[in-house]
Structure formats: C-alpha cells, structure tokens
C-alpha cells in the first residue's frame, strides 16, 4: 500500500530494514564536574546512578528558555553513549534528560 496522504501510513513490505535509533527519556537528578575557562563552563564528568562517567566530548551547548525558567542544555558522549544534561540555571540543578538509544 502506497498513500501520499500525510495522514495514511506507508509500508514497503521487505524493501528497507528499520532500525530503531531514539532518544530514551531518563529525567533523573545527577551531580556534574567540571571546568571554567575564560567564563565558560565545560562539564567533565557527571554520576548518575552512582557510576561516574568521563565526558569525552561535547557535542552541542544550547541556552533553552521555557517561561520564566532558563536552562543550559549539553549534550555530551560519555562511554560510547549520547547523553544530554539540563542546567537549570533557576535552582541549580543538573538532570540527565536523555540517553541515546541504538537498537
């Protein structure tokens, strides 16, 4: 079945191989590490579920604004996974948002 409607789903029957690849909605407090340099914050590790994890890289900084909250957003790998930690910058507080999945 083939339909261009955005509304009807599409199915290719043995055509593709899906893989599900998603982020998983953790939402957990964590405490974080790291480093300023000329004003700006780096984490470098952060524990979550008491095992710390070393912070390869930072993929993506951004500033996110909801309301009246304002919050950093990191998006870092640790241990071959991709993570993102929330800075709310109201109260302080770190929280591992997501972990990307691969399956």
Request: aromatic share 16%; net charge positive; with cysteine.
């Amino acid at each position: 079945m083939i339909c261009f409607d955005v509304n009807c789903p599409v199915v290719f029957l043995g055509i593709f191989r899906f893989t599900t690849v998603m982020y998983q909605t953790i939402h957990e407090s964590i405490k974080v590490a790291g480093i300023f340099n000329c004003s700006v914050f780096k984490p470098t590790w952060f524990e979550w579920r008491r095992q710390l994890l070393k912070i390869q890289q930072i993929t993506l900084i951004s500033d996110y604004k909801q309301g009246s909250v304002k919050s950093k957003i990191y998006s870092v790998m640790a241990d071959g996974n991709l993570y993102r930690l929330l800075f709310d910058l109201n109260s302080c507080n770190w929280t591992l948002e997501n972990v990307w999945i691969d399956g």
